[in-house]
């Protein structure tokens, strides 16, 4: 490997210091580069917090607007990025879930973290935003990504908002109201002929060829800026809480790439002395027909096997997870689990928390919250700890799931149709 002799330009991400590689821990310059040149594992970001003061942090977080860019300052944006064009995600709310609770037996406290209301009502807002400074940082002028529904939509939006063109790419077959969300923005939505696995190689291609000059595809060349929108679930999770962790997470899995950074920060609130330094149990969930982690964790894999996605929570179904291997990990680690449910458990668990939350989740949501009921009941998670399970998007999009809900009854206009139907 030459030595670099090349100055590279300076960029301006705030706390960025530079991106390390997670296996072998070689640093290299903030850049549009994702695996490690040395030994090909994934980049991520270092930070320097090293001038940070609790107290002072801690006042500055809570005295900052009401969405993600309250924790600027252990982001890689610009200090200054709230006062540019973007949409602003985040800080969305963490719903105590008693009737939920009392449904599932959950004693210690069960909150659910409700990212249906973010921008484009899915968590993917936070990650793409994040994508977008770097992006901007890089002097990239067309946003990009291969998505499973969610983030076409994030990208579209924020690239829209941004004045950038976009052009993402999605299988052929995704659900109307992620196709119609990602489209209604104005920039270019191509279907691709295979599943999201298919999908991603594609882009990876498309990045090593001139027609993919200056654009930034926010989960693979942007993929260590991106990754790091979802420490923001971690933080607004423990401010919420009062600053304090909770002791069980229940988080979906598509790539991991969520899971993992959830976990990461919420160790840098620990070492930030933001909150208490004590154990915390992530668990994390699939679909059964698209489980290749929760397959692994309970084979007692450290790989995890790719498989062929075949569910109706389509936003999680890759097939081969990049962070597959680092989720067994953090669930091991820490005392958690991977699982997995049904369809029609997905189901049932849509509806459950619609009918006691007043929370309509997406299929991901379904997963869960049906995963959290598995575990209670096989025991592997405490009912009686503080719990917090993730909604990350919003039911209106996956209405196929729940087609057969509908009218209770049709009556005639007057009082003795309705007591006909039985509704008196
Ligand atoms: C993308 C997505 C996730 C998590 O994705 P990861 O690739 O694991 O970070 C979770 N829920 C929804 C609704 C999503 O769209
Ligand atoms: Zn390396």
């Keep these: 490997m030459a030595v670099q002799t090349v100055a590279t330009p300076t960029v ?10 997670r296996e072998c821990g070689h640093r290299v310059p903030l850049g549009p580069v994702f695996a490690c040149e040395e030994c090909f594992g994934p980049l991520e970001i270092a930070y320097d917090f090293s001038a940070y003061d609790t107290d002072k942090l801690r006042a500055r977080i809570e005295s900052g607007p009401a969405n993600i860019w309250r924790y600027a300052p252990l982001l890689p944006v610009p200090a ?75 990208v579209g939006a924020a690239a829209a908002r941004a004045g950038l063109r976009s052009c993402v790419f999605i299988p052929h077959d995704l659900e109307q109201g992620k196709v119609v969300m990602a489209a209604v923005y104005g920039g ?13 190689r594609f882009c990876s291609e498309l990045i090593g060829d001139p027609a993919g000059e200056g654009w930034g595809f926010v989960n693979v060349n942007l993929r260590p800026y991106y990754a790091e929108g979802s420490k923001t679930l971690a933080y607004e999770i423990c401010e919420q809480l009062g600053w304090k962790l909770p002791d069980q997470l229940v988080v979906p899995i598509a790539s991991g790439s969520q899971l993992t950074k959830i976990d990461k920060g919420l160790k840098e609130l620990i070492a930030l002395g933001l909150v208490e330094d004590k154990p915390y149990k992530i668990f994390g969930a699939q679909a059964e027909g698209c489980s290749p982690v929760s397959a692994a964790f309970k084979a007692g894999h450290d790989v995890v096997r790719p498989q062929k996605p075949d569910t109706i929570a389509k936003s999680l179904a890759i097939g081969n997870p990049a962070d597959g291997p680092y989720v067994l990990d ?36 379904g997963v869960t919250v049906g995963v959290t009921r598995k575990l209670i009941e096989s025991g592997a998670l405490d009912p009686s700890l503080t719990t917090v399970v993730l909604n990350t998007g919003d039911g209106l999009k996956t209405l196929d799931a729940v087609a057969g809900t509908g009218l209770t009854a049709t009556i005639r206009p007057n009082l003795d149709s309705f007591r006909e139907a039985g509704l008196a």
């Design 12 to 21: 301006d991400l705030g706390p960025a210091a530079a991106l390390s590689c």
């Design 80 to 154: 200054d990025v709230a006062d540019k064009p973007n949409l602003n995600p985040g800080w969305t709310p963490l719903v105590k879930a008693d009737r939920l609770a009392r449904e599932l037996g959950v004693t210690g406290g069960l909150f659910v973290k409700d990212d249906s209301g973010n921008p484009t009502h899915s968590f993917k807002d936070r990650v793409v935003a994040q994508a977008l400074e770097a992006a901007r940082a890089f002097g990239f002028t067309t946003l990009s990504c291969s998505s499973t529904g969610n983030l076409a939509g994030a």
């Design 188 to 200: 270019e939505l191509v279907g691709i002929e295979g599943n999201y696995d298919d999908v991603n």
């Design 330 to 365: 953090i669930a091991r680690r820490t005392g958690g689990a991977v699982e997995d449910v049904t369809d029609p458990q997905i189901v049932d668990a849509i509806k459950l928390l619609a009918r006691t939350e007043g929370i309509f989740a997406e299929t991901a949501g």
